[in-house]
T-cell receptor, first 116, second 114 residues
Framework: AQSVTQLGSHVSVSEGALVLLRCNYSSSVPPYLFWYVQYPNQGLQLLLKYTTGATLVKGINGFEAEFKKSETSFHLTKPSAHMSDAAEYFC??????????????FGTGTRLTVIP | DGGITQSPKYLFRKEGQNVTLSCEQN?????MYWYRQDPGQGLRLIYY???????QKGDIAEGYSVSREKKESFPLTVTSAQKNPTAFYLC?????????????FGEGSRLTVL
């Protein structure tokens, strides 16, 4: 069974500081990994994804994440936070090779606050 | 512009009433989904549909019903049997079969039971 753990339901950073949002997953087979972003009262938008190939993936708005199999992690980073980054971020995992809507599992989310 | 449209954005309901949330997509996606979002609980799958006239229960289907008569439309009815319906509801769609995990979301409908 797959699961996702996001450490820290709330993270605050100063504008210009490094953003680090943590995600650990559990999967018995090679995973596909995703980060979604949700702005207040809106739906989710795909930020970046890892399926195969390069383990460091770049997404929109300057975010990137690195798949570390040995650590079962997929942490999201951005070198310099901007006020517009304030949102809720969701990590998700699915099982490679399988189809099905019930094959995508979301973490409980991390709310990022950016302090001016 | 292609996308997913949910309506209404805000809805108030009295206890004991059924309400229907609309979801329409023009992305030509086969699969559509309904999720419920509560603070601190992430997204939970209510129902999903892979093709027209077929749908499957997700993790929390009790008290909800859906239909998929057209590829573009996947309405969700929150029935009076749903004991705690106040939540943010998200509709999503995807290409079926690629298993990319990329879902396209609507902007959500916030339901409040008075």
């Amino acid at each position: 069974a797959q699961s996702v753990t996001q450490l820290g339901s709330h993270v605050s950073v100063s504008e210009g500081a490094l953003v680090l949002l943590r995600c650990n997953y559990s999967s018995s087979v090679p995973p596909y990994l995703f980060w979604y972003v949700q702005y207040p009262n809106q739906g989710l938008q795909l930020l970046l994804k890892y399926t195969t190939g390069a383990t460091l993936v770049k997404g929109i708005n300057g975010f990137e994440a690195e798949f570390k199999k040995s650590e079962t992690s997929f942490h999201l980073t951005k070198p310099s936070a901007h006020m517009s980054d304030a949102a809720e971020y969701f990590c998700a995992v699915s099982e490679a090779g399988r189809t099905g809507a019930n094959n995508l599992f979301f973490g409980t989310g991390t709310r990022l606050t950016v302090i001016p | 512009d292609g996308g997913i449209t949910q309506s209404p954005k805000y809805l108030f309901r009295k206890e004991g009433q059924n309400v229907t949330l609309s979801c329409e997509q023009n992305l030509n996606h086969d699969a559509m989904y309904w999720y419920r979002q509560d603070p601190g609980q992430g997204l939970r799958l209510i129902y999903y549909s892979q093709i027209v006239n077929d749908f499957q229960k997700g993790d929390i289907a009790e008290g909800y019903s859906v239909s998929r008569e057209k590829k573009e439309s996947f309405p969700l009815t929150v029935t009076s049997a749903q004991k705690n319906p106040t939540a943010f509801y998200l509709c999503a769609s995807s290409i079926w079969g690629l298993n990319t995990g990329e879902l396209f979301f609507g902007e959500g409908s916030r339901l409040t039971v008075l």
